[in-house]
């Protein structure tokens, strides 16, 4: 026997309705919430550094992207930094200040 008990029509059973509902989902079978069915994608390995050394900024300095946070000019493919005013280059991964000296290539 269903029973309307406000003006939407809610029915004496809706309490043994929410108590299935709120165990699916404190299960983690609720497929609102669980996405189990849905593939992961794939975590993308670490970009690999192709070159020891970064390409001079002043020859190549269309290698290099300007990051705003720093102040400095990246390169991706080194992993490098480098800095206009100081002119010298950071490496990320050694987190060491390194000097362009082209006599000595």
């Known amino acids: 026997m269903n029973h309307r008990n406000d003006y939407y029509g809610r029915h004496h059973n809706d309490d ?14 609720d497929s609102h919430y669980h996405r189990r069915n849905h593939p992961r994608r794939p ?8 070159k ?6 002043e020859e190549s300095g269309a290698n290099y992207v300007f990051d705003a946070r720093s102040g400095l000019f990246f390169e991706a493919a080194t992993n490098y930094f480098y ?13 060491v ?7 000595n290539e």
């Open 97 to 103: 200040y390194v000097q362009y000296c082209p006599e």
């Open 16 to 29: 043994d309705n929410l108590k299935r509902r709120k165990l699916s989902i404190d299960e983690g079978n």
């Open 83 to 95: 800095d206009p005013k100081n002119k010298l280059y950071y490496s990320n991964s050694k987190k």
């Open 52 to 57: 020891e050394w970064p390409s001079p900024f």
């Open 43 to 50: 975590i993308a390995p670490p970009r690999k550094i192709t």
